[in-house]
C-alpha cells in the first residue's frame, strides 16, 4: 500500500497523519505486525489489526549455496510461493526478487519458462520479498548498501503497474529509501511498457535481455521476437530517455554453437552502436528440460574481448549454482 491507499484503508474518520504513522512504522521501521505500530491508539492498533494484516510472504524453505547465495521459497497469502534470491558480495549485497509466479514468455533457455504463468504478483507481495530477505539477514540498517535486481520468475514488464507502484514504495524517502539507482528491472523486450516505463517519475534502471545478434535466432530463442522485432527493440532503446546518471545494460546468454561465435560477437556491437550501454554476459546455466550447452571458457572469453573493444562489457558469474538459484534456474525448485 502507498500512503494514499493507506488513507483510504484507515477512512475519513482517522486524522491525516495516522496514515503516515502507519506507512513510516510499516516501510521505514519495518514492523512485522500492526499491533507493534507503538505511536497508534492501542484501541486503533487493535481494530486496524483485525481487519488487515501486514501481508509479508512466509518462509517456505530456505536453501544455502556455498558461495554464500540464499534462495528463498517464500509462500504468499494464497500459498502459491515465488522465489527470491540474496547474493552476498562485500560490501554490496544484491536481492534478486520476482515479479510474477512463473513467466508467460516462452525462452527457450530459461527454466521458468516451463511453468507458464500463473499469476502476477501485487506491489505488496513485490516490496514483501525485499523486505522480508532484508529481514532475514540484517540488512535493514544498511539499506544503503544493497542493490535489487528485478531479475527472478516472471516478465516485469507485463505487471508493470505493481512493478511501478513496488518501486516507489522501495524508493520513497520517508519508507525504505533505497535509491532508484539501485533498483534494476530487466526485460525480454515488451516494446510498448518500455515506452511506458521511460514516462514514469520514479522508475528502476532497464537492462535488456538480448541474448542473440540476429532476428531470425532471436526468433528461435525468444519467440515473443515475433511479435516485437529486434529492430524495433533497438530503436524503442535508442529513443529510452535516460537519467544523467543512467546507461542501458543488455545481457546475453551465451548458448554453446548458438549464440556464441565472434560473428555474433561483432553483430551485437553492430546493433548496440552509439547506444549509451554496457554488455552483461552470462554463460548458460543448464538445468533439466534445457536443450543447451554452456559454451567452453575460451569462447566466452574471445566473444567478451570483441564486445570490450567498442563498449564495457562484464562476464557475470552464476551464483547458487547448486541450490538452483542462478539466473534461468528459478522453477520453485524443492532440491
Ligand atoms: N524476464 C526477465 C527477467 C528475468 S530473467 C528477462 O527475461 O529479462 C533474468 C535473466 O536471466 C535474463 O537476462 C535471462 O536472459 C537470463 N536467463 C534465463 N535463463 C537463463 C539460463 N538458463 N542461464 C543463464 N541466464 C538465463
Ligand atoms: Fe520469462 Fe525472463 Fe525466463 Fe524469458 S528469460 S521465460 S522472459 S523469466
Not at 36 to 62: F, M, N
Request: charged letters at 25%.
Amino acid at each position: 500500500m502507498e500512503l494514499s491507499d493507506l488513507r483510504e484503508a484507515l477512512g475519513p474518520s482517522q486524522p491525516e497523519f495516522r496514515a503516515k504513522q502507519v506507512y513510516e512504522a510499516l516501510y521505514h521501521q519495518k514492523v512485522a505486525d500492526l499491533v507493534q505500530i507503538s505511536t497508534l491508539p492501542a484501541a486503533l492498533r487493535g481494530s486496524l489489526a483485525s481487519v488487515h494484516e501486514v501481508g509479508l510472504p512466509t518462509l517456505d524453505k530456505r536453501f544455502d549455496s556455498i558461495d554464500g547465495t540464499r534462495r528463498y521459497l517464500l509462500r504468499l497469502a494464497d500459498t502459491r510461493t515465488v522465489e527470491t534470491v540474496l547474493m552476498p558480495e562485500a560490501g554490496r549485497d544484491t536481492v534478486c526478487i520476482s515479479s510474477q509466479v512463473g513467466c508467460p514468455v516462452d525462452c527457450k533457455f530459461c527454466m521458468t519458462a516451463l511453468m507458464g504463468l500463473e499469476r502476477s504478483l501485487t506491489a505488496g507481495e513485490i516490496v514483501g520479498q525485499v523486505l522480508f530477505v532484508a529481514r532475514d539477514n540484517g540488512l535493514l540498517e544498511e539499506r544503503s548498501r544493497f542493490n535489487i535486481v528485478m531479475m527472478g520468475m516472471g516478465e516485469p514488464l507485463l505487471n508493470l503497474p505493481n512493478v511501478l507502484k513496488a518501486t516507489r514504495i522501495l524508493t520513497d524517502p520517508k519508507g525504505c529509501a533505497i535509491s532508484e539507482r539501485r533498483i534494476t528491472l530487466s526485460t525480454s523486450g515488451i516494446i510498448p511498457k518500455i515506452e511506458e516505463m521511460g514516462q514514469a517519475a520514479v522508475r528502476p534502471k532497464l537492462a535488456i535481455s538480448l541474448n542473440a545478434s540476429t532476428e531470425e535466432s532471436r526468433r528461435q530463442l525468444m519467440p515473443i521476437t515475433r511479435k516485437y522485432h529486434l529492430k524495433d527493440l533497438i530503436d524503442a532503446c535508442r529513443a529510452y530517455p535516460l537519467r544523467a546518471w543512467e546507461a542501458l545494460t543488455f545481457e546475453y546468454v551465451l548458448l554453446k554453437d548458438i549464440n556464441d561465435t565472434d560473428a555474433d560477437a561483432r553483430r551485437v556491437v553492430g546493433l548496440l552502436a552509439n547506444l549509451n550501454c554496457k554488455v552483461n554476459l552470462i554463460a548458460l546455466n543448464p538445468g533439466p528440460g534445457i536443450p543447451f550447452e554452456k559454451p567452453e571458457p575460451g569462447r566466452v572469453g574471445s566473444f567478451q574481448q570483441i564486445i570490450r573493444r567498442a563498449m564495457p562489457c562484464f562476464l557475470r558469474k552464476p551464483r547458487g549454482l547448486d541450490i538452483f538459484a542462478a539466473c534461468g534456474q528459478l522453477k520453485r525448485n524443492e532440491g
